[in-house]
Nanobody
Framework: QVQLVESGGGWVQAGGSLRISCAASGGTFSNYAMGWFRQAPGKERQFVAAISSWSGGRTNYEDSVKGRFTISRDNAKSTVYLQMNSLKPEEAAVYYC???????????????WGQGTQVTDSS
């Protein structure tokens, strides 16, 4: 059983940057593809980014975040990161870390989920 704990959320102004992290435990981190999803109030959970199981591996991004967000992982630390730059007010949401077998944009394909970290617009 894999446990995922997100951190690093907070208040950010439009155009600002934030890096959120997700620490994994209870499993072999390097076996899993990792992803980030977000959910704003009243909206469905949305795919943001994913990375394959090896450090520096294949990545996939939701179109609206390409060029602004970067997903990365450190298998030695069992941690995945999401660097978010040029944030937009509409991107305020709870950001969830997830682990699964393959890189996919489909939430149902991921087996493990964290509790989420809140990113709030302070503009």
């Amino acid at each position: 059983q894999v446990q995922l704990v997100e951190s690093g959320g907070g208040w950010v102004q439009a155009g600002g940057s934030l890096r959120i992290s997700c620490a994994a435990s209870g499993g072999t981190f390097s076996n899993y593809a990792m992803g980030w999803f977000r959910q704003a109030p009243g909206k469905e959970r949305q795919f943001v980014a994913a990375i394959s199981s090896w450090s520096g591996g294949r990545t996939n991004y939701e179109d609206s975040v390409k060029g602004r967000f970067t997903i990365s992982r450190d298998n030695a630390k069992s941690t995945v990161y999401l660097q978010m730059n040029s944030l937009k007010p509409e991107e305020a949401a709870v950001y969830y870390c997830t682990a699964g077998a393959v890189v996919t944009t489909t939430a149902a394909s991921y087996a493990y989920w964290g509790q989420g970290t809140q990113v709030t617009d302070s503009s």
